[in-house]
């Protein structure tokens, strides 16, 4: 069962399960939080798993003005300070996970580990496939893979999705890089994980894994950028394995959630 909570001025929907450790589940671009379901099911028998829906994606409502990384970090900070969250595991698949990685830059105190799943930090980190997707040609065909999704569940109704595509669009054409030399900075440990087939290069996750003091790099072979989905017993895997270190206190208050 989901609720909704008013953060930074955006009205968030969300779904909680399970109990321990706060880990917040960061879904990508155009879809929403229903494509963790198997990864739900999984760490929630372990953590308590948070998954919250952005701005203008599944069942949260569109906000007013252009979209950025900058703000969609922004944005998961109000909601963790409202859930009164201090310190959560981020795991972040494709742009959920360059949210993850924008807020452990500007707010590391906020993130206890940070997981990147197909998510490249530069432009120069796409492949040549990912980079056709961002061609006329290319938008039309990710509007019509993304649009029977948004108009399923959004609150805004269907007629508001050339809208919000608009906005993703123009974020993901201008999105700034991310200076891999800043990513030195991070004390956190970071597992930056991707399919072998995927939409990012594999020279790139390597070079993340190089500039991150405390990183881990796993390659899912047999798998694209829908490796969740494709092979969800070995991802889950991987991911308790990089989260099972309990050296830290648990870090939700009680009745903290219950808003």
């Given at each position: 069962m989901g609720q909704y909570v008013e953060a930074g001025g955006v009205l968030t929907y969300f779904e909680v399960e399970g109990e321990g450790e706060p880990v917040i589940l960061l879904h990508g671009g155009g879809v929403g939080g229903d494509t963790w379901v198997a990864q739900t099911a999984a760490l929630s028998q372990h953590y308590l798993?948070?998954?919250?829906e952005r701005r203008g994606h599944g069942r949260t409502p569109d906000v007013d003005g252009p979209v950025t990384m900058e703000l969609l970090a922004a944005d998961l900070a109000a909601f963790m300070d409202r859930l009164e969250i201090p310190q959560a595991h981020l795991i972040g698949w494709s742009d959920g996970g360059k949210v993850g990685a924008w807020l452990a830059l500007a707010r590391p105190d906020l993130v206890r580990k940070l997981v990147l799943i197909g998510a490249e930090l530069t432009r120069a980190g796409q492949t040549p496939a990912t980079e056709q997707l961002m061609t006329p040609e290319g938008l039309e065909e990710l509007a019509e893979a993304f649009r029977p999704q948004y108009e399923a569940v959004a609150p805004d109704g269907p007629g508001h999705f050339p809208v919000v595509f608009a906005k993703w669009?123009?974020?993901?054409?201008?999105?700034?890089?991310?200076?891999?030399?800043?990513?030195?900075?991070?004390?956190?440990?970071?597992?930056?994980?991707?399919?072998?087939?995927?939409?990012?290069?594999?020279?790139h996750s390597v070079e993340v894994a190089k500039a991150l003091p405390d990183a881990q790099l796993a390659v899912v072979p047999g798998t694209s950028h829908g490796l969740p989905l494709e092979k969800p017993g070995l991802v889950n895997q991987l991911l308790l394995d990089f989260l099972a270190d309990q050296q830290t206190p648990k870090l939700i208050p009680g009745g903290a959630l219950d808003c």
């Open positions: 798993v948070v998954v919250p669009a123009e974020m993901w054409r201008t999105m700034p890089d991310i200076d891999l030399a800043d990513l030195g900075k991070l004390t956190m440990p970071v597992l930056v994980m991707q399919g072998d087939d995927d939409a990012v290069r594999l020279e």
